[in-house]
């Protein structure tokens, strides 16, 4: 799950508005392509259409009214119904089965549960203390905990030894603050943290601990530089500190989330 999953649902009649049973649509997949089906294929769909055609559109049937979300759906190709099979998807079933029956979430969401993709390296991340507040920096790289969203609260998790795909708990990252600085500490201030250097060394590598395998989104994570401690979560701090006393606590913990579907 993640960006793979979410299909945009485009009026190929140009209409606006909710979409009724009935209705004609064309299904737009992340690759900016439309799902067609391949008539000299046995009705396989693909999702490879530049433009929209009698073979990318499907009437949506299975109720009557407006179409909500959590209705379970039907899409009818000019030879058929669209069909779940383990080896793709096909356009070309004459009769409605439980194969041609699909339920409609929002993104990020499969049968109510919010789907927790893996972290890759690249991904912008927000770190929140216990209170809800965000670990931010300001265009100087003052770093602090306290309300806010955007930008200033999103740091990339990128690797110092250049490892590419899936953030294992046990790593060692750095976060890139969206000033273009590294979160480190200073020659100065060892103890406390700002994101202010322009290249990666021991003083802007963490670990990232307080689990096992892959980080997932709404994971609880610690941050903990090699010989000195774990940054603390403490909200409304003047300034955010290493932990010197070097024990783990509940008060170094961050919720880390991301957004499921950015483009990297």
């Known amino acids: 799950m993640g960006a793979n999953d979410r299909l945009r649902v485009i009026s190929p009649h140009g ?120 670990l931010q920096s300001d265009a100087n790289g003052m770093i602090t905990i306290a309300p806010g969203q955007g930008s200033p609260c999103l740091f990339d998790v990128l690797s110092p030894m250049r490892k590419t795909g899936v953030v294992q708990f046990g790593d060692m990252v750095v976060l890139r603050a969206q000033n273009g600085k590294l979160l480190s500490t200073g020659l100065h201030s060892p103890y406390t943290l700002s994101a202010t250097a322009a290249v990666a060394t021991e003083e802007s590598v963490f670990r990232i601990v307080a689990g096992w395998g892959a980080v997932h989104d709404f994971d609880k994570v610690a941050l903990r530089i090699v010989d000195k401690g774990y940054v603390s979560a403490i909200d409304d701090a003047a300034k955010i500190t290493i932990d010197q006393d070097g024990h783990f606590v509940t008060s170094q913990m961050f919720t880390l989330s991301f957004d499921l579907h950015q483009k990297l």
Request: hydrophobic share 40%.
């Open 15 to 134: 209409q606006n508005g909710a979409v009724h049973y009935g209705d004609e649509v064309a299904l737009a997949a992340p690759n900016g392509r439309y799902l067609q089906m391949l008539v000299e294929a046995s009705g396989a769909i693909n999702a490879h259409a530049k433009g929209l055609s009698s073979l990318t559109n499907f009437a949506v049937t299975g109720g009557d009214g407006p179409v909500m979300m959590d209705d379970r759906v039907s899409f009818k190709s000019i030879y058929g119904y669209l069909t779940a099979t383990p080896s793709g998807l096909n356009g070309a079933a004459s009769q409605l089965t439980s194969l041609q029956r699909f339920w409609l979430q929002a993104p990020g969401v499969e049968d109510g549960n919010p789907a927790r993709p893996a972290l890759v390296y690249g991904t912008p991340v927000q770190l929140h203390s216990v209170n809800g507040n965000c």
